[in-house]
């Protein structure tokens, strides 16, 4: 499969970098030719130099017969004007990055059909949202649903404390419907087995029927009490998506941002919260304005070293939770590391998107997961898939990968190795990312 992607900009070079790891054919435009000799330079796809939406560089054949085009410039209209004449062009399916959030919401029809834009991606809409999900749900790090709310999965960190720490596995007294599924220790992507033990400082992925993980959350001795008073630090596009989110959840949002403008903005948009024109880092006023009160305190400035100096700031001041947004992966777990509670790549949320997108067939959705070292997926068998009919200890899957969760007739189940597989079926699978390549052929259709 061959997959153009215009614009090297942070976003596009995070998608090509992903998309060339998975051994697709990718294609890079981009004008700036600095740009595009980073890429060159760095991955292994093939560069073009050029300007994507000139008829000359569409008429291209290694552009005009792409199966996918993934405009990501910095402009909205750019990357409207290249989708529509991509698809005149030939290309079959085209994605457009577009923040705006007016031609987002309110176009939505007329980009989808008039201008045959198929995956409209918003990094930071993206990004507001997974906040808002995980800080309903306090004490995880991670949460996911899958197969429409009937798989949920719930990623927490051991402290010292926790009684599932230094207990073989199999001896674990965990509901029945949740299942152990993955670990990070040190980094390192873990699928553990029976005699296997938790230790301090592991993240650990529960997976399981969404009644069971909900009421398994509160079994964590780190659970935060229930949050109540949020601080926003930033008021970006992120910023304005997020805050009326979380005041729609019932929470009192209080922002902070020292562009006058941005704060008209944001203020018009809110109803009970309160939004603050000032210096983020003014210590002083993080004081007064009562960062030691705040459940949670988000840093989502477009500074990602700014981000990282307000969250160890408000941890010192007192906050008990503290979230970041960055935009460079590779920060992720270094900010980890220094004590932030929840870094989150606006890229890696995209780009997930955009691997859901690109693999199609019945994969319904794909998370990345600790910087994109492992993968989620939800998977729905079709008819002819070479599962079809066997039971899972007669799939000879890599140890690399896991089949953590199945939807059957409409009920969730954790599996195990006499479980059948069956047409229709929807399938969640933990696997590393190198070996996506490997272990999909086995639940793809042979025709």
């Known amino acids: 499969m061959r997959i153009v992607i215009v614009g090297a900009g942070k976003l596009g070079y995070s998608i090509a970098q992903l998309l060339a ?13 600095k740009r595009r000799e980073v890429v060159k330079n760095s991955l292994d796809v093939l560069t ?8 000359n560089t569409l008429d291209d054949p290694d552009i005009r017969d792409a199966d996918v085009l993934i405009a990501s410039t910095d402009s909205d209209e750019v990357n409207m004007v290249t989708c529509m004449m991509a698809k005149n062009y030939g290309v079959k399916h085209t994605v457009a990055r577009i923040r705006n959030t007016e031609y987002a919401l309110t176009a939505k029809d007329l980009l989808n059909q008039g201008m045959n834009i198929d995956l409209i991606l918003n990094p930071e809409r993206i990004t507001a949202t997974e906040i808002n999900h995980i ?5 995880a790090l991670d949460v996911d649903d899958f197969a429409e709310g009937k798989v949920r999965m719930f990623e927490a960190r051991m402290s010292d404390a926790s009684p599932y720490v230094g207990v073989p596995l199999k001896d674990l007294e965990i509901p029945k419907q949740i299942l152990i599924a993955m670990l990070f220790r040190r980094h390192k992507m873990i699928i553990p087995h029976g005699d296997d033990m938790l230790e301090p400082g592991d993240n650990v992925y529960f997976v399981g029927q969404q009644s069971a993980i909900k009421e398994f959350e509160e079994t964590f001795v780190n659970t935060y009490e229930k949050i109540e ?9 992120t910023g304005r998506f997020l805050a009326p989110m979380l005041e729609e959840q019932g929470l009192f949002v209080k922002v902070i941002e020292k562009n006058k403008d941005r704060c008209q ?10 939004v603050l024109c000032g210096d983020g880092t003014d210590i002083d006023l993080l004081t007064e304005e009562g960062i030691a009160e705040a459940d949670v305190v988000i840093c989502i400035t477009e500074d ?3 981000n990282l100096l307000l969250a160890l700031m408000a941890k010192h001041l007192g906050a008990k939770k503290t979230i970041v947004r960055v935009a ?3 920060y ?7 004590g932030v509670d929840i870094v989150l790549s606006s890229r890696l949320l995209s780009s997930g998107e955009v691997l859901r997108f690109v693999r199609k067939g019945g994969i319904v959705s794909v998370s990345l997961l600790e910087g994109a070292k492992a993968e989620a997926l939800e998977i729905i068998l079709p008819d002819d898939c070479e599962v079809i009919g066997k039971s899972l200890k007669d799939i000879k899957l890599p140890r690399a990968c896991l089949v953590c969760a199945v939807v059957h007739d409409n009920e969730a189940v954790v599996p195990n190795g006499n479980t059948v597989l069956y047409a229709g079926d929807r399938i969640i699978i933990f696997v590393k990312s190198e070996f996506v390549k490997r272990v999909m052929p086995f639940f793809e259709s042979r025709g």
């Open 21 to 33: 790891e998975d051994q697709y054919d990718v294609v890079v435009v981009e004008i700036d030719e």
């Open 48 to 55: 073009i130099g050029g300007n994507g939406c000139s008829p």
């Open 135 to 139: 800080l309903m749900t306090p004490s």
């Open 229 to 237: 008073r949020v601080m926003i630090i930033g008021a970006g596009r």
């Open 265 to 274: 903005l944001i203020a018009q948009k809110l109803e009970n919260g309160i």
């Open 304 to 306: 990602d070293k700014l």
């Open 328 to 330: 460079r992966n590779e």
């Open 332 to 338: 992720v777990e270094l900010m980890e590391k220094v």
